[in-house]
């Protein structure tokens, strides 16, 4: 499996963005999406994740701002996020599983590279 991540950039504080993150090979494979981020300094933070049902987990610091969703037809998942922050700064990543919750790094299979996502103040 392999996952491109996409839609990073710089805004201002306030404003949105969309992540993408593209799978291919043995999609049949996936059944968890997440995006992580890691900042300069921090440790790697679990954002957001998806299951191929739906279901879907919000680290407390993007809940209500930022929205994960998936294109299962299109082996793709979304990360719309909004009313951004200084603080969001960081490297996200998308990563794949393929159990049906994964919440910590070691239970992802897959991962793909980074996406900068700049916010200004």
């Known amino acids: 499996v392999q996952l491109q991540a996409s839609g990073g950039g710089l805004v201002q504080a306030g404003g949105s963005l969309r992540l993408s993150c593209a799978a291919s090979?043995?999609?049949?494979?996936?059944?968890?999406m997440g995006w992580y981020r890691q900042a300069p300094g921090k440790q790697r933070e679990l954002v957001a994740q998806?299951?191929?049902?739906?279901?879907?987990y919000y680290a407390d610091s993007v809940k209500g701002r930022f929205t994960i969703s998936r294109d299962n037809a299109k082996n793709t998942v979304y990360l719309q996020m909004d009313s951004l922050k200084p603080e969001d700064t960081a490297i996200y990543s998308c990563?794949?599983?393929?159990?049906?919750?994964?919440?910590?790094?070691?239970?992802?299979?897959?991962w793909g590279q980074g996406t900068q996502v700049t916010v200004s103040s």
């Open positions: 990563a794949a599983a393929g159990r049906s919750r994964a919440f910590v790094v070691h239970e992802y299979d897959y």
């Open positions: 090979g043995s999609t049949f494979r996936i059944n968890t």
């Open positions: 998806i299951s191929s049902g739906g279901s879907t």
